[in-house]
């Protein structure tokens, strides 16, 4: 992976700093912390083992409960969970900072190469997982401590799904999703890369090769825009990918147009920002309120310097010997019927000049896997119990296949937490089987 300018927006706490914050903690009973995170990390433990010096305890507390614990520090809105439920969370006081702590006790272990889990006394019983990111680790992660072989079926060349590939370096290294990853190989994780079911691999062989499969294959590209000369339009996804790969974006040039208003949308905004873009503008057919950004995302990208237009819709590319020269738009509005569905003003149509269009309206669903493992979803979307068992026996789902859109963003603790849950259940049916 090649170098990315600007440093990580997130700052790091000196010795004193991390003595401080540590020192701070009330250990509540029934902490509401602890309550508030989706994983339930035991946040007034991990704390005190700071506070005590013991960062291996800590980070194993924290990695107990969460297997991307390391990510999440770094990714997690902590104002809407673990830091918004702290009770120094008033207007006199502030929240203990647990998102940097975390990240401090993890990061120790991380650089320390410090060896935390091991794998549990063989039981004879084989998973397969498909997809390697954060749901199919945590998955695989908690499997191979029950004593489970796990082979994970990923499409790409490396594991970490879009903690590695989808989200921006200065929020989230590829050196932090990738050491999450090696922990789960080290425990003897079998890996395939390049491995798409449906496709490559014959979910019958799945089927009748292990006793159990967990599918946890996240979603596919952004889809079309449906608009003349889309062609020219880039999938905010591969610019991510692409640009924390290499470090660059070529032929990117001064004026970035970025369609769509969730997290992803951000990361290209701030990505094109800071690989050079001077105008950088993400467009949305909405309103702010309807955003579907974190707030934390959202106050990040103004800061940045990145500009916002509300209420108008992407209308036609437009081109000239194959390089981009502007974006059509028509401005929208609300019904006034109070209806969801947006209304076209006519003759409304303007033209953005600019080099770039990056579309970032959410991902497609990965319907040849789904399918071609005959379990019961709704227009891609997986359908789980409370326990991540799908209509077909032997067959669980967790993370991004099972979200719905427009639902909620799906978080990487949430997509942990789905993780966790789907092994518990691998590992009763397996010892029920």
Not at 265 to 294: F, H, N, P, W
Request: with cysteine.
């Amino acid at each position: 992976m090649a170098d990315f300018p600007g440093k990580p927006i997130q700052k790091e706490l000196s010795p004193l700093e991390v003595s401080i914050e540590a020192n701070r903690c009330l250990y509540c009973y029934d902490a509401p912390c602890t309550n508030a995170c989706p994983t339930h990390i035991d946040v007034p433990r991990f704390i005190a083992q700071i506070a005590d010096g013991n960062l291996k305890g800590s980070a194993r507390t924290i990695l107990e409960a969460n297997a991307m614990g390391a990510s999440c520090a770094r990714v997690c809105p902590v104002e809407h969970l673990c830091e918004g439920a702290c009770v120094y969370n008033t207007e006199s006081d502030t929240p203990i900072r647990i998102g940097d702590l975390q990240r401090y006790a993890t990061d120790s272990a991380r650089e320390g190469n410090v060896k935390i889990f091991t794998a549990g006394t063989p039981t004879g019983k084989r998973v397969a997982i498909v997809g390697g990111g954060p749901a199919g680790l945590a998955a695989a992660r908690d499997l191979l401590r029950y004593g489970h072989a796990v082979t994970i079926f990923e499409s790409h060349d490396r594991l970490g799904g879009l903690n590695t590939y989808g989200i921006v370096p200065f929020r989230l290294s590829t050196d932090v999703a990738l050491w999450e990853a090696q922990q789960v190989v080290e425990l003897g994780c079998e890996v395939r890369t390049n491995a798409r079911v449906g496709e490559n691999v014959a979910p019958a062989t799945l089927v009748a090769e292990y006793d159990a499969v967990v599918l946890a294959c996240g979603m596919g590209d952004v889809p079309k825009l449906g608009i003349p000369g889309e062609e020219h339009v880039w999938d905010a996804l591969e610019f991510i990918e692409r640009a924390k790969t290499t470090g660059a974006a070529p032929g990117l040039g001064n004026r970035v147009a970025v369609i769509g208003a969730g997290n992803t949308a951000i990361d290209a905004l701030t990505c094109s920002k800071r690989l050079g873009a001077e105008r950088v503008t993400m467009y949305y057919r909405r309103g702010e309120k309807q955003m579907s950004a974190y707030q934390f995302e959202y106050d990040f990208a103004k800061e940045e310097g990145i500009e916002f237009r509300f209420f108008c819709a992407p209308k036609r590319v437009l081109a000239d010997a194959g390089a981009v020269v502007g974006l059509e738009l028509v401005r929208t509005r609300g019904s006034n019927n109070g209806s969801p569905r947006l209304e076209i003003i006519e003759g409304s149509e303007f033209v953005e000049p600019c080099d770039t269009i990056i579309s970032a309206i959410g991902q497609s669903r990965l319907l040849n896997s789904i399918d071609a493992l005959g379990v019961e979803h709704d227009g891609g979307v997986v359908r789980v119990d409370d326990a991540m068992r799908t209509s077909r026996a032997g067959v669980f789902a967790a993370g991004d296949c099972i979200f719905a859109k427009g639902e909620r963003e799906a978080m990487v603790v949430e997509a942990a937490q789905q993780g966790k849950l789907a092994a518990a259940s691998v590992n009763e049916y397996l010892g029920s089987g």
